[in-house]
């Protein structure tokens, strides 16, 4: 017979998936929504939130390093619009127009970063302030108007296209979670940056970069979001100004609650797409039952609240305390104690000092 003690660690590593299934069980047994349990249903919430996961993806670099990046989804936003402009207007070939949006998400998060990392301005009022700057610059390129013609049929049709009944956009959104929690989980650069986020002055002792690969943070997190502008495009059916912003919280959300399963008390791929689509799946159920319209937007901001919560409550909050932490503030104790957290690093599963110095 199982013992308490292994219930108890199923529940605290894998609470929010079963919670997942839960949910999704619960509706389909609901004779209120009898269109949930449909595989039409089921292949729209998992290929509508691909684009939400690619944001949250985005974040997460972020997030392990103890940091936000608030402007995640106006930059997909600007580089859908960019890539589909480039298509229109220019002429240009799609493998361009692919680079030029990827262009675009990098670009604007190593200037985050440098911001962040250079300046010390807050990583919160840093990307909001970029938010509204790319905000403005969508504006001007499009002149307000949407990109709707002269754009590859081909990335078109993955909106909508199927491989194996599998929606085209679901398979890119899992091929880049797999490349995101490769190197975040299996490479030295993402036990650098697990580093970074747990103790920033611990990893300083340990001769880590602290700087730059927080600067790497943002500009990789950019350039997933940077692609995911071109799935946008497919997605949309053209470049439309203005529609990043609607990613904003869910993701946010959903990056935050998936550091509370899988992998507790840390930022994690699995964790967050566990998260995000148990968002999706409830609000979809929630509406197909008659819910209002705003339900969406109250069950993100309540998700998000309880996910810090759980943080601060458990004390066992995602690396680098986000919820609490304040580079500028740091004590003397903390720096004098440093050296004693480089054994805590390795104790958190983070690899031993050879293998974080290890590049």
Same mark, same amino acid.
């Given at each position: 017979?199982?013992?308490?003690?292994?219930?108890?660690?199923?529940?605290?590593?894998?609470?929010?998936?079963?919670?997942?299934?839960?949910?999704?069980?619960?509706?389909? =047994?609901?004779?209120?929504?009898?269109?949930?349990?449909?595989?039409?249903?089921?292949?729209?919430?998992?290929?509508?939130?691909?684009?939400?996961?690619?944001?949250?993806?985005?974040?997460?670099?972020?997030?392990?390093?103890?940091?936000?990046?608030?402007?995640?989804?106006?930059?997909?936003?600007?580089?859908?619009?960019?890539?589909?402009?480039?298509?229109?207007?220019?002429?240009?070939?799609?493998?361009?127009?692919?680079?030029?949006?990827?262009?675009?998400?990098?670009?604007?998060?190593?200037?985050?970063?440098?911001?962040?990392?250079?300046?010390?301005?807050?990583?919160?009022?840093?990307?909001?302030?970029?938010?509204?700057?790319?905000?403005?610059?969508?504006?001007?390129?499009?002149?307000?108007?949407? %990109?709707?013609?002269?754009?590859?049929?081909?990335?078109?049709?993955?909106?909508?296209?199927?491989?194996?009944?599998?929606?085209?956009?679901?398979?890119?959104?899992?091929?880049?979670?797999?490349?995101?929690?490769?190197?975040?989980?299996?490479?030295?650069?993402?036990?650098?940056?697990?580093?970074?986020?747990?103790?920033?002055?611990?990893?300083?002792?340990?001769?880590?970069?602290?700087?730059?690969?927080?600067?790497?943070?943002?500009?990789?997190?950019?350039?997933?979001?940077?692609?995911?502008?071109?799935?946008?495009?497919?997605?949309?059916? *053209?470049?439309?100004?203005?529609?990043?912003?609607?990613?904003?919280? *869910?993701?946010?959300?959903?990056?935050?609650?998936?550091?509370?399963?899988?992998?507790?008390?840390?930022?994690?791929?699995?964790?967050?797409?566990?998260?995000?689509?148990?968002?999706?799946?409830?609000?979809?159920?929630?509406? =197909?039952?008659?819910?209002?319209?705003?339900?969406?937007?109250?069950?993100?901001?309540?998700?998000?609240?309880?996910? %810090?919560?759980?943080?601060?409550?458990?004390?066992?909050?995602?690396?680098?305390?986000?919820?609490?932490?304040?580079?500028?503030?740091?004590?003397?104790?903390?720096?004098?104690?440093?050296?004693?957290?480089?054994?805590?690093l390795e104790e958190d599963g983070l690899g031993s000092t050879d293998q974080l110095l290890d590049s």
């Open positions: 017979m199982l013992s308490k003690r292994w219930w108890g660690g199923v529940l605290h590593k894998y609470g929010l998936v079963l919670l997942l299934f839960a949910v999704c069980i619960g509706f389909s =047994l609901d004779p209120a929504t009898p269109a949930f349990a449909t595989v039409a249903n089921f292949r729209f919430v998992l290929s509508n939130q691909a684009l939400t996961a690619i944001v949250a993806l985005g974040m997460v670099f972020a997030l392990v390093v103890g940091e936000f990046d608030l402007s995640l989804g106006n930059i997909m936003s600007l580089a859908s619009c960019i890539c589909a402009g480039l298509m229109s207007h220019d002429n240009a070939p799609l493998w361009l127009a692919i680079l030029a949006s990827m262009g675009v998400g990098l670009g604007f998060g190593a200037v985050n970063g440098l911001i962040v990392t250079r300046l010390k301005v807050s990583s919160i009022v840093t990307t909001l302030g970029m938010l509204i700057i790319v905000t403005a610059v969508e504006s001007w390129y499009t002149g307000g108007n949407s %990109v709707t013609t002269g754009i590859s049929q081909g990335l078109l049709s993955i909106g909508y296209a199927q491989i194996l009944g599998i929606p085209d956009p679901l398979i890119v959104l899992i091929v880049i979670a797999a490349i995101c929690w490769y190197v975040l989980e299996q490479t030295p650069l993402g036990r650098k940056l697990h580093a970074v986020g747990a103790n920033p002055a611990a990893a300083g002792v340990l001769g880590l970069p602290v700087r730059r690969l927080t600067l790497t943070s943002f500009v990789i997190g950019g350039l997933v979001v940077g692609f995911g502008g071109v799935l946008l495009i497919a997605v949309q059916g *053209s470049g439309v100004p203005g529609v990043g912003q609607s990613y904003l919280f *869910s993701a946010l959300a959903g990056a935050m609650l998936g550091a509370t399963t899988i992998r507790p008390g840390r930022f994690n791929v699995l964790g967050t797409l566990a998260a995000v689509y148990f968002l999706a799946f409830t609000v979809n159920g929630l509406t =197909l039952s008659g819910g209002p319209s705003w339900v969406s937007s109250a069950f993100d901001g309540a998700a998000l609240i309880v996910a %810090v919560g759980i943080s601060v409550w458990t004390g066992s909050g995602p690396e680098g305390s986000v919820v609490m932490k304040d580079r500028g503030r740091e004590s003397n104790e903390e720096m004098l104690g440093a050296e004693s957290s480089v054994v805590s």
